[in-house]
């Protein structure tokens, strides 16, 4: 399987970016997908998720700013980035999640400046 992302990029505090997430070769009918993000010196946390079920799942920080979109005939998912801040600097990763696996892209760097 693979995962791709893309959509990263500069932008300016306040500002939005969207990213764009892109799985193929996933062999499941049903998992889960989102996205996790890493800043320099700091663990990979956790962004927001959709479940095979379709119930979605947002980290408290990006709660109201965030949003994800998933295509799940296409294979893809959105995160809409809105009200960025500087402390959302990180490269952001996405995951394709079947059970007992858990398939990740390069990531993608988003930078927001002061």
């Known amino acids: 399987a693979q995962v791709t992302e893309s959509g990263g990029g500069l932008v300016q505090t306040g500002g939005s970016l969207r990213l764009s997430c892109q799985a193929s070769g996933v062999s499941s009918s049903a998992y889960a997908m989102g996205w996790f993000r890493q800043a320099p010196g700091k663990e990979r946390e956790f962004v927001a998720t959709?479940?095979?079920?379709?119930?979605?799942y947002y980290a408290d920080f990006v709660k109201g700013r965030f949003t994800i979109a998933r295509d799940i005939g296409a294979e893809s998912m959105t995160l809409q980035m809105n009200s960025l801040q500087p402390e959302d600097t990180a490269v952001y990763y996405c995951n394709a999640h079947p059970p007992l696996v858990r398939y990740w892209g390069q990531g993608t760097q988003v930078t927001v400046s002061s």
């Open positions: 959709e479940a095979w079920n379709g119930d979605k």
